[in-house]
């Protein structure tokens, strides 16, 4: 599957433009009528007539700022500083569609190298302005609405190239504001990949892949994205930090570990070194269905932890299975896995894994559901999309826990969410990323939105998030930590932990400009 390219325009209050959007199917919108109360909205206000205040910027930092980068890379206008705002949670695109940006940056810096990222610092810190890194802006966690009433956005679009491609030991150093579509791209004219393909494929960048612990669709067979990174650059107030040399390393604790996950707050990644794979020539998908859902967690596991184990391995449950044969004529039942197999030679691992299914009570449906799963694999941030058009609600959320855990973990969740929506709620759940020891769960939500959604939204999150903590799962498997999951993040880490990492960020950020209120509690 070819995914290079370069990636699509955000668009706005909705996460791509109408030149990508796609249509709710009749028979779902049908469904989705007989169950909740939909009332569609007004039509959103434009970009050109959101309400975005006026730049409060100090006039000297300003011009430091032009000074430092060119007055052309240094945006005031206020479309600019709307769209970088906040990320791409269904929150922040209700609030868009009202028209509301409710603290925008004053200004949006768009550096061209690391130095003009370690001045901006340098010079931010001395003036008490926060700064938030921004990637492709597609935080679902609150990640990129700091706490600060003043900060500015530092746009790393323009540090968007390959620095170096080292084909004997398979690594590539790659800009962190390069999109993945334009690196996928890049990658694949010397026959490597990076195999990372998230949801956010399109607009998302390496940086941000880095910073927030990203996990892709292939994971089971190219890992997460912190599996592959082998090096760092990173500026911060006090100066530049270069993290990791070698493949492997026992010189002490890891540091790349301080700098993965911590979404801006710790300094500005500029550069990333990643290990690539060649490009497969072979791939193949396709799907199974199991009785129940717990069968099919029996089947998943089986492959996670003996294998063979696909580069894909994702595992619907009854409802989720349900939603998605809506007006497919197909009436199985039960749960549908999709498996999918790249690299030079797939067909011996396609027939051990299908054996291993098979024996563990899976039936076979063919290769289209495989390739059906491939071609819309990036659809459901545009469907969410059309069902706000359509009045209702409809957010994720996700987490992950050991095979022990798991059952109890998902009943639990989905039970908090459902309480916390007495009106009526769909709650969808899938496994998306296995280990030998256990394997995330990515829940969809999709509700009517009530006279107050945001409200109705914040007290099932909290609700489930609270859920999560109580079965002994991880606040967040993927989406990161955000504002939104910060408390139940210091929580699971401890006081010792908290007051660890408030003492690193004191030492690199001794101003607290870098994301003032995301992550560190």
Known sequence: MNMGGEAPTVGWARWGTTRNAKALPDTASTLLARILDLTPPPQAVPLAEAAVPDCELDSAVLDALRRALGAEHVLTTPAARARHASGMSTPDLLRH???????????????????????????????????????????????????????????????????????????????????????????????????????????????????????????????????????????????????????????????????????????????????????????????????????????????????????????????????????????????????????????PTVDAAAGVLAAHGGVPLGEEPGRQWARHR???????????????????LETAAYWSALPAVHDRVRQAIIDALPDGALVLAHVSHVYETGASLYFTVICSPGPDPLDRWRRAKAAASDAIAAAGATISHHHGVGADHRSWYAAEIGDVAVDLLRAVKQHLDPAGILNPGILVP
Do not use: K
Not at 120 to 137: D, H, K, M, T, Y
Not at 226 to 252: E, F, Q
Not at 380 to 395: H, N
């Open 378 to 396: 990036f659809d459901s941030p545009y469907l969410r999309d059309a069902l706000l058009d359509a009045g209702a609600f409809a957010e994720t």
């Open 97 to 347: 569609r009202q028209g509301r940006v409710p603290a925008p940056p004053q200004a949006v810096l768009c550096p061209a190298d690391h130095a003009e990222v370690v001045s901006i610092l340098n010079l931010c810190s001395r003036s008490g302005v926060a700064v938030v890194p921004f990637g492709g802006g597609t935080s679902v966690v609150g990640g990129l609405t700091p706490t600060a009433a003043h900060h500015v956005a530092v746009d790393l679009s323009r540090l968007d190239d390959v620095v170096a491609i080292d084909p004997l030991s398979r690594t590539a150093t790659l800009q962190a504001g390069l999109r993945a579509p334009r690196a996928a791209e890049l990658l694949a004219e010397h026959g490597f990949t990076l195999g990372h393909v998230p949801q956010s494929f399109e607009y998302a960048t390496i940086g941000g892949f880095a910073a927030t612990r990203s996990s892709g669709q292939a994971s089971a067979g190219y890992g997460r994205f912190d599996d592959m990174v082998m090096a760092l650059t990173i500026a911060t107030p006090r100066g530049t930090v270069r993290a990791g040399r070698a493949p492997a390393s026992a010189a002490g604790p890891d540091l790349r570990q301080l700098f993965l996950g911590s979404e801006g707050t710790l300094g500005v990644i500029t550069d990333v070194t990643v290990r690539v794979r060649p490009l497969p020539a072979e791939s193949h998908y396709e799907g199974w269905r199991f009785g129940s859902f717990a069968d099919g967690l029996h089947a998943v596991r089986r492959l996670a932890q003996d294998g063979p184990r696909p580069t894909v391995l994702r595992l619907s449950d009854e409802v989720e299975t349900a939603i998605g044969a809506t007006g497919s004529g197909r009436s199985d039942g039960g749960c549908q896995l999709i498996a999918g197999y790249e690299g030079a030679d797939v067909r």
